[in-house]
């Protein structure tokens, strides 16, 4: 469904280009579960900033469901984002002066949905992660693990087809984490596309499929 | 851009930041409204309100809502008494004021002249005859004398004194108009018309600004000035009607025109009849409320500018994040354009409210008292609307240019804080 091919991407300070990405190849199936680990700087984040649509690669070709990426306009991306994709960010992402509920019914209401019926799907999202009694709070009132889960349910929402995190544990405490990783498990289980950035083995033993980025490279894929 | 659905959303986010921003800022921008608003519309009002100040005075104190004078080719009004017992009959006037008028010249301190090629103390005047009763019903004019006492219908051999011949009243030495010296209630001058001369006593002095038609005037009972100026018969020279609240002026003038008034004097109403010179002021004046209320605006836009980029600077990162999630700039944009009409809206809003709920009544209730005029403040309800328009479009634009600046900056460098 995802098909990465000869991935590149540098970043260029004056005179002095960085190569992050070194020609990735990649593919991604429907429903899988996937880890990429490596260590500080290896870009691991950069590559999936690269399939997630919020950053233009330097060369190389994605393709998802078969269209070409590089072929989209900007409202394109913007719309496939919107429709097709779920972000988790490691720092939760939510628009402070919104509760968890509009924080949650906000995309909803921009594909479309009337504010009652998006309000209904969010809460609902939000009573799948836990968050039932506290659609109202905002997120100065949630502690890091429920703002964290309120970032979960904005990118399950709307059913995406793919669901994007990076680092999703990385501010959160462990039993937090915990929590987090039950969530995603339990979404991979209902037939969820997850690829998630992470540095802990203990959380990349959730997924099906472990993918090691070192230098820009991928140096493993392995199928758990 | 423009979508329902961007709208939808652009007011969905704009509403939500409104209703949790800091009440201390949001207070503070409207407060920056409300007085960019008074000062667009209170400044030009007031320009505009000095000219008015000094057009009303011409109304009240000399022209009334209508004015009948001589024909070019005559030196009074014909047939006066009947035009006088003509108005009389008819139901829209409130007061009326006929009066007799010449060029003479007023003269003091000549007993104490002793050389006679001293320079005597004398001015040019211009005499004017009246009732002084139906003139003080007309223009009030026993409230203007600031010392002494006004005129009464019995009086022989006084005048009162407009305050340009008074030199410590007067602006100084005008061409024709030299001010008396040593002049106060009580004192004797000479009064000169048409070769005859006759010592009068100053009865009272009169307080007006110096611009006011009574400021270089005097005035002497009727009766007194027909004899001096040889008139054998009634026919006064000026005729000002005062009409009663909601008549119309122009109306009015047709109505004497048709009656047959209009052959024997020329009538005009008050518009028609105030000196070119303050209606030239009057746009002068408004010409550079114009300009000021420009300058204004500028500093009100740069003010919204300003906020409005320093709210989305520090928001880039969650600009990015709903960028990222899917959130068209358009709609972000939009949010900040409702923003903005929301800050000129309610200062708008609340500037009205204090304009003609409090500031106009009041400004005309109790003029402000300037040297030139009695101001008022001149705000046409369309005019200021009109304004109110230009504040909305200026702070849409202010508004929306930091936001498109901010939304086009790029997804992932806002959403990391990279620049």
Redesign the interface.
């Known amino acids: 469904m995802i098909e990465v091919k000869q991935l590149v991407k540098s970043f260029k300070d004056g005179l002095v280009e960085t190569r992050v990405l070194k020609g990735i190849d990649l593919s991604v199936e429907n429903g899988e579960f996937i880890a990429i680990m490596g260590r500080s700087g290896a870009g691991k984040s950069t590559l999936l ?1 690269q399939i997630s649509l ?2 233009e690669p330097t060369s190389g070709h994605i393709h998802i469901n078969g269209k070409e990426v590089h072929m989209m306009s900007e ?1 394109e991306k ?2 496939f ?3 097709e ?1 779920g ?1 988790v ?1 490691q720092d939760y ?1 939510l ?4 509760t968890a509920l ?1 924080n949650v019914a ?2 909803l ?4 949905l009337s ?1 009652a019926a998006a309000n209904e799907k969010a809460a609902r999202a939000l009573g799948r992660v836990g968050l039932g009694a506290r659609l109202n709070n ?1 997120p100065s009132q949630l502690s890091g693990g429920e703002q964290q889960r309120v970032s979960i349910s ?1 990118a399950i929402a709307h059913e995406p087809d793919v669901l994007f995190a990076d680092e999703p544990t990385a501010n959160l405490d462990k039993e937090s984490s915990s929590t987090v990783m039950d969530i995603f498990k339990e979404l991979h289980a209902g037939g969820q596309t997850i690829i998630m950035v992470t540095h802990e083995e203990e959380f990349a033993a959730f997924a099906e499929r472990i993918i090691k980025i070192d230098d820009g490279r991928i140096v493993s894929d392995t199928k758990l | 851009m423009f979508s329902l ?1 961007n709208i ?2 652009g007011f ?2 704009a509403l ?2 409104l ?3 800091s009440r201390w800022t949001t207070s503070l921008i409207v407060f920056v409204m409300l007085l960019t608003f008074l000062n667009l519309v209170v400044v030009t009002g007031l320009l505009v309100g000095i000219v008015a100040g000094i057009s009303n005075q011409y109304r009240i104190q000399e022209t009334g809502d209508v004015v009948i004078t001589a024909l070019d080719t005559k030196d009074y009004i014909e047939n006066s008494p009947q035009i006088i017992s003509f108005l009389q009959t008819l139901p829209q006037p409130e007061a009326t004021s006929a009066r007799y008028i010449a060029a003479g010249s007023v003269e003091a301190n000549y007993f104490s002249r002793i050389d006679p090629n001293e320079k005597a103390n004398k001015s040019g005047a211009s005499i004017v005859g009246i009732d002084p009763v139906a003139e003080n019903e007309f223009s009030n004019l026993s409230s203007y004398v600031g010392e002494g006492s006004y005129l009464a219908p019995s009086d022989y051999d006084t005048v009162l004194l407009g305050p340009q011949f008074v030199d410590r009243y007067s602006f100084g030495e005008q061409p024709g108009l030299t001010p008396l010296k040593n002049v106060y209630p009580g004192t004797k001058i000479r009064l000169t018309i048409n070769g005859f001369t006759r010592e009068v006593v100053v009865k009272g002095i009169l307080d007006v600004p110096a611009n006011s038609p009574l400021a270089a005037r005097v005035f002497m009972p009727a009766a007194e000035l027909r004899q001096m100026m040889e008139r054998t018969d009634y026919s006064v020279n000026e005729i000002a009607v005062l009409l009663k609240p909601g008549a119309d002026a122009a109306a009015f003038r047709d109505l004497l025109k048709r009656s047959g008034v209009g052959e024997r004097a020329k009538v005009r109403t008050f518009d028609e009849s105030i000196p070119n010179g303050v209606a030239e002021v009057q746009n002068t004046f408004a010409m550079i409320g114009n300009a000021i209320g420009s300058i204004v605006l500028v500093v009100a836009a740069i003010t919204i500018f300003i906020v409005i980029f320093i709210n989305a600077i520090t928001r880039r ?2 600009i990015g ?9 358009s ?1 972000i944009e939009i949010s900040y354009i409702f923003q903005s009409l929301f800050y000129a809206a309610i200062g708008s809003t609340l500037g009205l409210g204090f304009l003609y709920g409090f500031l106009v009544p009041y400004v005309s209730a109790h003029p402000i008292v300037l040297p030139i005029s009695n101001a008022i403040i001149v705000a046409p309800v369309g005019g200021t609307f009109m304004r109110i328009g230009l504040i909305v479009l200026t702070t849409i634009i202010a508004g929306y240019l930091p936001s498109r600046m901010i939304v086009r900056k ?3 460098d806002s ?1 990391l804080g990279r620049n």
Do not use: C, H, W
Not at chain 1, 109 to 112: A, D, T, V
Not at chain 2, 321 to 329: E, Q, V
């Open positions: 900033y919020l950053d409202e913007m719309l984002r919107l429709a994709f972000y960010f992402a628009l402070p002066e919104l509009e906000l995309p209401i921009m594909q479309g504010k905002l904005r | 659905l939808r959303v969905y986010l939500r930041q209703r949790r921003a990162k969650f994040i709903l960028k990222g999630i899917g959130i068209s700039g709609a790029n997804t992932l959403i």
